[in-house]
């Protein structure tokens, strides 16, 4: 069990566009954080570890088929499950850097049709608040020039833009943009510097809940 410090940790959840380099860009910052003297932990979600995870990533590879509304509520089952682990090492002053979350659960499945958005978000509710959402951006030609998608479910262009236009609607005041279209050494060092200022300036606020 991790004992509470005097300084919370942050929350920082990362969400963006396919091929925006949101994994490598978490795996360098948690890296160099750590290097600072910064306790940092990486997250992903789904993460496919779990039971439940197990279950989201069969269905992601195309294994097997899960209703809409269902494997929705698993995605939101599987950061749920998280939650405990989240706050004990927020509150033992480790910061939390998080490859999507909640974001990505409303954006990809309002993308589908007979989807609202509201419904979509009330699984979540309640979640901790991330202290900061970077959101990676990248110009329609650089997504182009980036490559094309792998096999997994979702992985088309056409859904990929009903996916952007959602991200778009869930923005609020906690979320930064960041242009994506650069170097991944000039990314990472833009991202390093928002990361510190955020770690210090959420140490000693309480946590919040998500859309509550
Ligand atoms: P990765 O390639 O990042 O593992 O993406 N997704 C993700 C959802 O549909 N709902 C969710 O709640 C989350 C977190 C986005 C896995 C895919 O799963 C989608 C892409």
Redesign the pocket.
Known sequence: MSSTAEVRGALIVFEGCDHSGK?TQCKKLVAALNEKGIKTEAM???DRTTTIGKMIDGY?SNKCEIEDHSVHLL??ANRWEMVPKMKSMLEAGTTLIV????F??VA??AAKEGFDMNWCKQPDVGLPKPDRVIYLTLSTEEAAARGTFGK?R?EQTEFQQKVSTNFEKLKDPTWQEVEADKSIEDLHREILVITQNIIEESGHKPLQQLWS
Do not use: M
Not at 99 to 102: H, S, V
């Open positions: 994994t992903r979600f789904p992601l995605f939101s490859d999507r979350y909640a990505s659960g990809f499945t997994e979702y």
